[in-house]
T-cell receptor, first 115, second 115 residues
Framework: ETGVTQSPTHLIKTRGQQVTLRCSSQ?????VSWYQQALGQGPQFIFQ???????GRGNFPPRFSGLQFPNYSSELNVNALELDDSALYLC??????????????FGSGTQLSVL | AQTVTQSQPEMSVQEAETVTLSCTYD???????LFWYKQPPSRQMILVIR??????QNATENRFSVNFQKAAKSFSLKISDSQLGDAAMYFC????????????FGGGTRLMVKP
């Protein structure tokens, strides 16, 4: 039912490189958010996009950036990778109703390793 | 800033028995939602149950129920008739009312189910 897909599933990069992670939201969903989940911890909110505009950001530096496209797919870009960026990156989407009761659907994540 | 605390890193339960996972949170908001998510080895976050802060009645979903103590800022999850498939990481999460997909997660509790 969720229909949220992320690619790739695993990725290995070197410190200082740049990476792009992709997410395809469930059809009709207008809001997408990204989370970083370090090993053994809960997910941390990076940012969210609503109708292609950034609509909220967590405590992450500007080298974390994103895009949301008209077809509601999205990207997470991370520049100048650091070792601490190694984590599972989760994408989540929903159909914002304005009533606060929307259900969030998660993808299975991209496991990023920075060497 | 809102915080969510799960004080039990690991819990164990015998199959068919009942287990309770604890969660406390801190907020100055009056309009918010609380969630329990399950994360199996597939890594995909699955919504278990949701509680609206304005509702006094505790939410229930089949074998899952919560004990929502608003004044104490406590939100525990009770799993009845535990099954092997319940084994997973469980995360408590908070969201300010109408904040889209911006969730604050706790650190998680690993639930093991013994046959």
């Amino acid at each position: 039912e969720t229909g949220v897909t992320q690619s790739p599933t695993h990725l290995i990069k070197t410190r200082g490189q740049q990476v792009t992670l992709r997410c395809s939201s469930q059809s009709g969903h207008n809001t997408v958010s990204w989370y970083q989940q370090a090993l053994g911890q809960g997910p941390q909110f990076i940012f969210q996009y609503y109708r292609e505009e950034e609509n909220g950001r967590g405590n992450f530096p500007p080298r974390f950036s994103g895009l949301q496209f008209p077809n509601y797919s999205s990207e997470l870009n991370v520049n100048a990778l650091e070792l601490d960026d190694s984590a599972l990156y989760l994408c989540a989407s929903s159909q914002r109703t304005g009533q606060g009761n929307e259900k969030l659907f998660f993808g299975s994540g991209t496991q990023l390793s920075v060497l | 800033a809102q915080t969510v605390t799960q004080s039990q890193p690991e819990m164990s339960v015998q199959e068919a028995e009942t287990v309770t996972l604890s969660c406390t949170y801190d907020t100055s908001e009056s309009d918010y939602y609380l969630f329990w998510y399950k994360q199996p080895p597939s890594r995909q976050m699955i919504l278990v149950i949701r509680q609206e802060a304005y509702k006094q009645q505790n939410a229930t979903e089949n074998r899952f129920s919560v004990n929502f103590q608003k004044a104490a800022k406590s939100f525990s999850l009770k799993i009845s008739d535990s099954q092997l498939g319940d084994a997973a990481m469980y995360f408590c999460a908070y969201r300010r009312g109408n904040a889209g997909n911006m969730l604050t997660f706790g650190g998680g509790t690993r639930l093991m189910v013994k046959p």
